[in-house]
Structures are given as structure tokens and as C-alpha cells.
């Protein structure tokens, strides 16, 4: 039995170098970064930023294996994609829409969605240094981020929070547009699941943990729309690559999910 590919994917901006290793894997390094090596059997597909360097036997070996590469810049537009002849597995949009049949999906994206919580929280309290009462719970620790914004402020952060889901959601509806390729998952596929709107909301923390991390003086001086605008446009490819890997998360899981 194949294991369970997984995305790879390599940070826009970042001066990667892709070469194959002894036929089997994927060589990856960047001055400053530690070498690492990724079997191609293990891997679903590879995003990878356009400043890369592709050995032409590795981009091959990627394409014999089944597995798709896929260019973006920093700003996270996708400028190409690479597919072999075959197509070695299911795609996320064929998984996706197999496990929508299932009785049991309803089960399924809820604990889907209770797992990624749990790292997103874990995530955020590295990142700021916060302390929950509740870990493990992500609109516990929202709350309280958002009475840390209103101590440093001075002020609610609603506009501001609000304005920067509205920005997520878009960005998160062009991720998966993107990645699956398939307008009529977007938007419910299954009753009560908006895919675009689930992921923005998955990545709630982040956003607060970018608001939390933004100057005051900034975030006050400006409407809060326009505040949104930049940070999205500043922060596009993190949060692109956010929403990319929660999806790739949701691939891996899938693949394993035996109903």
C-alpha cells in the first residue's frame, strides 16, 4: 500500500535549490536553511516559490511520480503548474467530493476542524506569548486576544477584526479556486459548509496574532478597511501558504479516512 502524500511547500522569496537525490527524493536547500530531503512517493503535489531553482531531473522525477508542481509568487499568483502524464492518485477536489457522500462527513469535518483549533492555539500562544485558561479551546483564546488589542489600543477592535476577516475570506476563496479547481466546492457542497468561509475562520488566530503584532499607531490612524487592505497585501503570501497547508492538512487527513 502507498503512504499518504503530502504537500511541499516552498516559501516565495526564499532562494531554494530543488535537486534530485539518488533518484528517490527531492534535495531541498537555501543558504541559511538546513538541508532537507522528501521522498517522492510521500509527496501529493509541490508549491514552490518562482525564485526556486529546479534541477531539470528533479522537476522530471516529479512529473514520472504523479506529482504536480506548482509556481507562485510572493504575492501568491499562481504563475504555472507542472503535471506528468498520469495523475498517480485521487485529486483533493475527487477526495473532497467522495467524502461529501459519506455519512459520516458530518463527523468527520468537525473533528477535522476541532484538530487544526487545537494548533492554531498552540500557534498563537507561541507566537505572543499569551496564556488561555482553556488551550485547547480557539474562541476562548480570541476573546482574549481581542481584550489584549483592546488594552493596547484603547479602544474595541471589532472594525479592525471585522475588516480583516472580510479581506481572509477572499483570500481564502482565490486558495481554494486555486488548489481545487472546482467552483462548485466552493461555496455548499454540502449543506451548512462554505469551504472558503471554514478555512477564513480556521485562520482567525492568525489574523488576530497579526493585529496583536501591527503598530498601534497605524492600525488607529487609519479606517479599518484600509488598514485590512494592507495588512493582506503585506502579509499575502503567509497568509496564502496558511491556507494552502490547511487544505493540504485536509488532503493528507482524507486520504487516511476510512468511513
Request: glycine letters at 8%; hydrophobic letters at 45%; aromatic letters at 8%.
Amino acid at each position: 500500500m502507498n503512504l499518504p502524500g503530502k504537500p511541499l511547500f516552498l516559501e516565495p522569496g526564499v532562494a531554494w535549490l530543488v535537486t534530485l537525490d539518488d533518484g528517490v527524493a527531492l534535495r531541498v536547500e537555501a543558504p541559511g536553511r538546513a538541508r532537507s530531503l522528501y521522498p517522492l512517493p510521500r509527496l501529493s503535489r509541490v508549491q514552490s516559490g518562482v525564485q526556486a531553482r529546479w534541477s531539470t531531473e528533479a522537476l522530471l522525477a516529479c512529473l514520472r511520480a504523479g506529482v504536480t508542481v506548482v509556481f507562485v509568487d510572493a504575492r501568491g499568483s499562481v504563475h504555472g503548474w507542472c503535471f506528468g502524464p498520469r495523475r498517480r492518485e485521487m485529486t483533493l477536489s475527487q477526495r473532497l467530493r467522495e467524502a461529501l457522500r459519506e455519512p459520516q462527513w458530518p463527523q468527520f469535518w468537525q473533528a477535522w476542524q476541532q484538530q487544526v483549533g487545537v494548533r492554531e492555539v498552540q500557534r498563537l500562544l507561541r507566537r505572543m506569548s499569551l496564556h488561555a485558561v482553556t488551550a485547547a479551546d480557539p474562541k476562548h483564546l480570541h476573546i482574549k486576544a481581542m481584550n489584549h488589542m483592546t488594552a493596547l489600543w484603547g479602544t474595541g477592535p471589532g472594525p479592525w477584526v471585522r475588516a480583516l476577516q472580510r479581506a481572509q475570506r477572499a483570500l481564502s476563496a482565490q486558495v481554494c479556486s486555486d488548489i481545487l479547481g472546482d467552483p462548485q466546492l466552493l461555496c455548499y457542497a454540502y449543506p451548512g459548509l462554505n469551504l472558503p468561509e471554514a478555512l477564513a475562520d480556521l485562520m482567525q488566530l492568525r489574523l488576530d496574532g497579526l493585529l496583536l503584532s501591527w503598530p498601534v499607531k497605524d492600525i488607529l490612524s487609519q479606517p479599518p478597511g484600509q488598514v485590512a487592505a494592507r495588512i493582506v497585501e503585506e502579509r499575502n503570501a503567509e497568509l496564502y501558504r496558511g491556507c494552502a497547508e490547511l487544505l493540504g492538512d485536509l488532503e493528507f487527513v482524507l486520504r487516511e479516512w476510512q468511513p
